[in-house]
C-alpha cells in the first residue's frame, strides 16, 4: 500500500451499516434510506442499498419493478442485480406476509442474509430498509424486527412529525427493545418549515421520554418525483441535512 493509499484509508471514516425502519407504511423511509447512503458516499464510503422486501412492485418487461429499490439504486448508482437488491418482490400491495400467501412464495430469512453477506463483502456499508414498521409480518411467524435482529444491525426509526407520533415512535421503540435491537435514533421526517407548537415539541418530547437521541429532522423536499429520481436534488438536501446535524459523526459512535 502506497502512502497516499494509507492517508486516503486513515482519512475515511467508519460508519455502520443500518436498518432504515418507520413507525408506519408511507413515513419516508425510502427517502431517508437515499439521503443517508449519499452521506455515506460523501464521506468516501462505497454504499449499497438493500431492500429484503417489497409489495406493490409493477409488471414490467423482465417481471416485477420494485419501485422502492429502483429509487435508492438509481441514486446511488448501483449496477447490481434486483435480485440482490430486493429478493422478494410481490405485486399486490399488502402486507409482505400476506403478498407471500397470494403470490405462493415463502419468505425465507436466509435468503435476505445472503444478499446482505454478498454486499458486505463488496461495500463499505449497507443500508437496509424494512418494510413499514418492525411489527410487520414478513411470513406467518417472523416479523421485520427479526430480520433486523438476525442481520445484527443498529436500527434508526423514521417517524412523523405531527399528532400521535408520539406514541407511535415510542412503541416502535419498546418493540426494538423487546427483541434487543439497538436503536440509533429517530429521524423526524417531513418536518414542516413553520411547524406549529404540537410538531415543534414533538422531537424534543420523543427525546426526553425514550432517552434515545432525534438524530435529525428532514423537512419535506419540494420536487422530489419518486418516478424520476433527482440526484442533485437529494445530494443538495444530504450535504445541508449532514452540515446541520452532523449525522456521519453521530452514527460513527456506533462502531
Do not use: W
Not at 431517508?32 to 464510503?45: C, P
Not at 418482490?89 to 402486507?95: C, D, K, T, W, Y
Not at 430469512?109 to 418494510?131: N, T, W
Not at 422531537?203 to 423537512?219: E, F, M, Q, Y
Amino acid at each position: 500500500m502506497t502512502e497516499t493509499q494509507t492517508g486516503n484509508e486513515a482519512a475515511r471514516p467508519t460508519l455502520p451499516s443500518l436498518f432504515i425502519t418507520g413507525t408506519d407504511t408511507g413515513v419516508g423511509k425510502t427517502v431517508l434510506s437515499a439521503l443517508l447512503g449519499l452521506i455515506y458516499q460523501s464521506a468516501g464510503l462505497k454504499t449499497a442499498y438493500l431492500k429484503p422486501v417489497e409489495t406493490g412492485a409493477v409488471k414490467g418487461p423482465d417481471g416485477l419493478v420494485p419501485g422502492d429499490t429502483r429509487f435508492v439504486s438509481d441514486v446511488l448508482g448501483l449496477e447490481e442485480s434486483i435480485d440482490v437488491l430486493c429478493p422478494y418482490r410481490f405485486e399486490h400491495p399488502v402486507s409482505p406476509h400476506l403478498a407471500g400467501r397470494m403470490g405462493k412464495k415463502e419468505f425465507k430469512p436466509q435468503v435476505v442474509q445472503e444478499c446482505f453477506k454478498y454486499l458486505e463483502k463488496f461495500y463499505d456499508a449497507v443500508i437496509v430498509e424494512g418494510a413499514g414498521g418492525l411489527l410487520v409480518p414478513l411470513s406467518e411467524k417472523y416479523m421485520v424486527a427479526d430480520l433486523a435482529r438476525d442481520l445484527g444491525l443498529p436500527v434508526v426509526i423514521t417517524a412523523r412529525p405531527g399528532l400521535g407520533t408520539i406514541n407511535h415512535t415510542l412503541l416502535t421503540i419498546a418493540a426494538a427493545l423487546q427483541v434487543e435491537l439497538k436503536v440509533a435514533g429517530v429521524v423526524v421526517n417531513r418536518y414542516p418549515e413553520d411547524p406549529d407548537p404540537v410538531v415543534k415539541d414533538n422531537p424534543r418530547a420523543i427525546a426526553k421520554l425514550s432517552g434515545l437521541p432525534v438524530l435529525a429532522r428532514v423537512p419535506e423536499l419540494d420536487g422530489l418525483d419518486a418516478g424520476e429520481p433527482g440526484r442533485a436534488l437529494l445530494e443538495k438536501a444530504a450535504l445541508e441535512l449532514n452540515r446541520l446535524y452532523r449525522l456521519d459523526e453521530a452514527l460513527a459512535k456506533l462502531v
